[in-house]
Every structure is written in structure tokens, then in C-alpha cells.
């Protein structure tokens, strides 16, 4: 595990490669009432970061259980395409930025399972034009479904 010193300099000085969820459940997709920043307070779809030497597939694996609680194994999931956020803050502060390259997944589902609060208070299935209307889910969100 990377100190948080450590890692505020990665964060000032590269971007992090994220895996972002789009969870598309009965024809609805699931967003998350972040936590943290940066976006805090938005609406926001599921994922996280990749860590060092960790491949695509085992993040994908990996932040499908500690964000969904779900095997993908047995699950449909698509790549949508490369996605670049821009934040002019963090999560270590306000003074530091953030940029994501973000890898976006859609991922369709049967079920889901009691959600996790660390990154989330609150979940919502949302239509996609519910969620393009909607001023709390975060642009970068949109985005995704403008592509979709």
C-alpha cells in the first residue's frame, strides 16, 4: 500500500488508469451518491482505479466485488471506449488535481446484492433519460451516456 504522501505526488504528477462500471439492470443503470472527492455529492457510476502491475481483467474482477459485490465471471460486460476526467481537486485535498484515463465497461446484470458504503451512501436505477436530466449526476456520467 502507497502512503498518502506518495501518492499525492503520483496524483500531481501523472494520471491514474480507472475502470468505470456502467450497470445496466431491467434497463436501468445504477449510479452511486459519492463520498469523497473528487465528484463528491454526485451521482457517479462504479469503479476505481488500477493498481500497479495489476492487470485490466483482475481490476475488473477485482472492483466488481468490492464496488458490486459481484462475480462478473458469469456476467455480460462490454468496453465502451477510453474516457479522459479532469478535476481540479482530490481526495488527499483541494491543492491537488486529479486526471483519470478512464477504461468504461458496461455491465449487465440479473441482480444485484446489498451495495457497499465506502465510495457510496446511495444508489439509484436510473433511465438514461432520467440520469441526462438529472443536475446530480455528475457530467462525466453523462458522457458515458452519450456514447451509449
Not at 502512503?3 to 456502467?22: G, H, R, T, Y
Not at 485535498?93 to 446511495?122: F, M, W
Amino acid at each position: 500500500m502507497i502512503s498518502i504522501d506518495k501518492f499525492a505526488c503520483v496524483l500531481e504528477n501523472a494520471p491514474l488508469v480507472s475502470i468505470d462500471f456502467i450497470v445496466e439492470y431491467d434497463g436501468r443503470y445504477l449510479l452511486g451518491r459519492r463520498n469523497n472527492a473528487p465528484a463528491k455529492g454526485y451521482w457517479f457510476t462504479l469503479g476505481g482505479r488500477i493498481f500497479k502491475n495489476e492487470s485490466i481483467k483482475q481490476a475488473i474482477m477485482r472492483l466488481a466485488h468490492k464496488e458490486l459485490g459481484l462475480d462478473v465471471s458469469n456476467c455480460n460486460i462490454s468496453f465502451l471506449g477510453v474516457f479522459e476526467h479532469f478535476y481540479n481537486e482530490s481526495f488527499v485535498g483541494e491543492e491537488i488535481s486529479t486526471h483519470y484515463v478512464v477504461l468504461a465497461y458496461k455491465l449487465s446484470i440479473h441482480q444485484t446484492e446489498e451495495l457497499p458504503t465506502d465510495e457510496h451512501h446511495a444508489y439509484h436505477y436510473f433511465s438514461k433519460q432520467e440520469l441526462l436530466d438529472d443536475s446530480d449526476v455528475h457530467p462525466y456520467v453523462k458522457d458515458y451516456f452519450r456514447s451509449v
